[in-house]
């Protein structure tokens, strides 16, 4: 496991200030300015699948010559027709049950705006993803914690119970669990539903993850129940952030409520970007062989290290079956933000503690980039974790 790099470059003064950071936004904003300094650094948090260049311009090039796509209409009254068209087909929706946003973020902004009257309460899983707190509370929400618990990251249906109250109105879920990986089963998704309802609550699951377990959904989220949302984007597995692309799925009376709030709707839908968003999803299955081709190459590589971590005793936590996120315990030690920053400047290898998702003693590791970097960084945390034993 020896790390067989060229020697590290000597950590300069002040360089691990970001791991202060209060928000894991602006960690990840620090991490970005810290390894531009440092080119023997490498990344082992990244989520998302590398953007798909080669094929997205040749899509592009394809859609725009020798004129403009046929897919370049309208955004302003129900989004672009195509977009929602390819939607439905892939996701098994119907366009009724549909709205297009620029992303998970907006769509999650417009419906903790339209569906929690100020002062009501969210309550969001734990560990989480801070983005979601945040803009739970921007709405005037109250927010409470449901812990997901080591070492499956279950939803307990008795802890669920006990949290709910009169007044909660949204319960919120990601699927690929961020920052674990774990995947909420329909028989899940039907049993949070039942008991939400019974405060007239609604659940909303942010499958931004969720194609990295395409192979595994047979119906779509939010046709579970009447009172499930879904959300999603072409961000993370299409590795398409530039395109600001996703809907939010949900029955049409949720939708109605929505609309009547924000009536505008997301009006930051871009007409252009979301013309070659629905060439892109009338082409899936070139953009699905690009992620499963990266996942293929890296999953085997995540797992081998793990297992030889695990075998060490460094670590616990299997890897999750689908997805590029994978959030292992430390095994003897609590305080992962001091252990990051520590890995930082001594092995100069980049990992997110579980502060910033919730829940120290952990640290989360994204395998979405390149097998070979993914080696090498893997083989530093390996010898850097030996070290600390």
Same mark, same amino acid.
């Given at each position: 496991?020896?790390?067989?790099?060229?020697?590290?470059?000597?950590?300069?003064?002040?360089?691990?200030?970001?791991?202060?950071?209060?928000?894991?936004?602006?960690?990840?904003?620090?991490?970005?300015?810290?390894?531009?300094?440092?080119?023997?650094?490498?990344?082992?948090?990244?989520?998302?699948?590398?953007?798909?260049?080669?094929?997205?311009?040749?899509?592009?090039?394809?859609?725009?010559?020798?004129?403009?796509?046929?897919?370049?209409?309208?955004?302003?009254?129900?989004?672009?027709?195509?977009?929602?068209?390819?939607?439905?087909? &892939?996701?098994?929706?119907?366009?009724?049950?549909?709205?297009?946003?620029?992303?998970?973020?907006? $769509?999650?902004?417009?419906?903790?705006?339209?569906?929690?009257?100020?002062?009501?309460?969210?309550?969001? +899983?734990?560990?989480?993803?801070?983005?979601?707190?945040?803009?739970?509370?921007?709405?005037?929400?109250?927010?409470?914690?449901?812990?997901?618990?080591?070492?499956?990251?279950?939803?307990?249906?008795?802890?669920?119970?006990? &949290?709910?109250?009169?007044?909660?109105?949204?319960?919120?879920?990601?699927?690929?669990?961020?920052?674990?990986?774990?995947?909420?089963?329909?028989?899940?998704?039907?049993?949070?539903?039942?008991?939400?309802?019974?405060?007239?609550?609604?659940?909303?699951?942010?499958?931004?993850?969720?194609?990295?377990?395409?192979? $595994?959904?047979?119906?779509?989220?939010?046709?579970?129940?009447?009172?499930?949302?879904?959300?999603?984007?072409?961000? %993370?597995?299409?590795?398409?952030?530039?395109?600001?692309?996703?809907?939010?799925?949900?029955?049409?009376?949720? *939708?109605?409520?929505?609309?009547?709030?924000?009536? +505008?709707?997301?009006?930051?839908?871009? %007409? *252009?970007?979301?013309?070659?968003?629905?060439?892109?999803?009338?082409?899936?299955?070139?953009?699905?062989?690009?992620?499963?081709?990266?996942?293929?190459?890296?999953?085997?590589?995540?797992?081998?290290?793990? +297992?030889?971590?695990?075998?060490?005793?460094?670590?616990?936590?299997?890897?999750?079956?689908?997805?590029?996120?994978?959030?292992?315990?430390?095994?003897?030690?609590?305080?992962?933000?001091?252990? $990051?920053?520590?890995?930082?400047?001594?092995?100069?290898?980049?990992?997110?503690?579980? +502060?910033?998702?919730?829940?120290?003693?952990?640290?989360?590791?994204?395998?979405?980039? %390149?097998?070979?970097?993914?080696?090498?960084?893997?083989?530093?945390?390996?010898?850097?974790?030996?070290? &600390?034993?």
């Amino acid at each position: 496991m020896k790390d067989h790099d060229a020697p590290l470059s000597p950590p300069s003064a002040g360089s691990d200030d970001f791991f202060d950071a209060a928000s894991y936004s602006d960690w990840v904003r620090g991490t970005m300015q810290a390894m531009a300094g440092r080119l023997d650094a490498v990344s082992l948090f990244d989520s998302t699948i590398s953007e798909p260049t080669e094929k997205l311009v040749s899509l592009i090039h394809d859609a725009v010559s020798p004129r403009m796509t046929s897919r370049y209409v309208s955004v302003f009254v129900g989004g672009n027709r195509y977009v929602v068209d390819a939607v439905c087909a &892939r996701y098994g929706e119907d366009p009724s049950r549909l709205t297009l946003t620029t992303g998970v973020t907006s $769509a999650l902004r417009m419906i903790f705006q339209a569906l929690v009257p100020r002062g009501h309460r969210v309550l969001i +899983e734990r560990p989480r993803f801070d983005l979601l707190e945040t803009l739970a509370s921007g709405a005037g929400a109250v927010v409470d914690d449901l812990p997901r618990m080591a070492p499956d990251f279950r939803v307990d249906l008795d802890q669920l119970a006990a &949290r709910l109250t009169p007044r909660t109105r949204l319960v919120v879920l990601t699927s690929l669990h961020n920052p674990t990986g774990a995947r909420l089963t329909a028989q899940d998704v039907v049993a949070i539903a039942k008991l939400a309802d019974q405060v007239n609550a609604m659940v909303v699951v942010d499958e931004i993850y969720a194609d990295f377990a395409r192979d $595994a959904l047979d119906v779509p989220t939010a046709r579970l129940a009447p009172n499930v949302i879904s959300v999603n984007s072409l961000t %993370k597995v299409f590795g398409l952030f530039a395109l600001k692309c996703g809907w939010i799925a949900a029955d049409p009376a949720i *939708l109605e409520r929505i609309h009547a709030c924000i009536p +505008e709707g997301d009006v930051g839908v871009s %007409k *252009l970007s979301h013309a070659v968003a629905a060439h892109v999803l009338e082409s899936t299955s070139v953009f699905d062989a690009h992620w499963r081709g990266i996942m293929a190459e890296t999953t085997p590589v995540m797992c081998r290290h793990a +297992e030889a971590m695990i075998a060490d005793g460094l670590i616990a936590g299997a890897v999750p079956e689908a997805g590029c996120l994978y959030f292992p315990r430390i095994v003897g030690v609590d305080d992962t933000r001091a252990l $990051a920053r520590s890995l930082w400047r001594e092995e100069g290898v980049i990992v997110a503690p579980g +502060e910033f998702f919730g829940l120290r003693g952990h640290i989360r590791l994204g395998f979405a980039g %390149k097998a070979k970097t993914l080696d090498r960084g893997l083989s530093r945390l390996h010898e850097g974790l030996r070290k &600390r034993r």
